[in-house]
């Protein structure tokens, strides 16, 4: 009777120990400002702000008049709001892997205003990846990162990477870091 009993809990043990190391992970912590996703949201993928440093939101949010060619200007109240969120919840900040890799791979004098110009997204993106998007007319652009990556508003980037008109890529086979 003990050995039983000792075989299902060691079973149970096994089995729900699965369900931890199998379980997706994110990689930046997903976005959990409702006023952020709405607004930034509405014209791009609201990015996570673990995808860049303080200092490059701090740029950002103090141009919004000229937001890559678009006025994207928020009250003051607002704004200093989401200026708050992002800094607090910036790469340098956080403990998520991808966030502390994109922190890592940027040299502290520059201040990348484009998540597609940080080099550690540079680099996972490498020449063949880069060119499936670059001639896709499926993809609206670099600013878009859920048309490939299915589950970044999760925070989640390697798994569920489905490249329109190429299909499902397997990130593991081909991880950088």
Known sequence: MKSNLKKLFITTC????????????SEVIPVNNALYAEECGACHFAYQPGLMPARSWQKIMKNLA??????????????????????????ESSIYRHSMNVDSSIAWNQIP??????????????????????????IKSRSYCNDCH????????ADG????????W???????F
Request: aromatic share 12%; charged share 30%.
């Open 66 to 91: 000229n937001h890559f060619d678009d006025n994207a200007e928020l009250d003051t109240e607002d704004q200093r709001l989401l200026t708050d969120y992002l800094i607090y919840n910036s790469a």
């Open 113 to 138: 205003l484009r998540v597609s110009k940080i080099p550690y997204i540079r680099f996972q993106h490498d020449d063949f990846i880069a060119d499936m998007l670059k001639y896709n007319p499926k």
């Open 170 to 176: 397997d990130m593991h086979r081909c991880m950088k």
């Open 14 to 25: 096994m089995i729900l120990s699965s369900n931890i190391v199998f379980a997706e992970i």
């Open 150 to 157: 299915t589950k970044a508003e999760d925070g989640i980037y």
């Open 161 to 168: 990477i489905d490249i329109p008109g190429y299909g499902k």
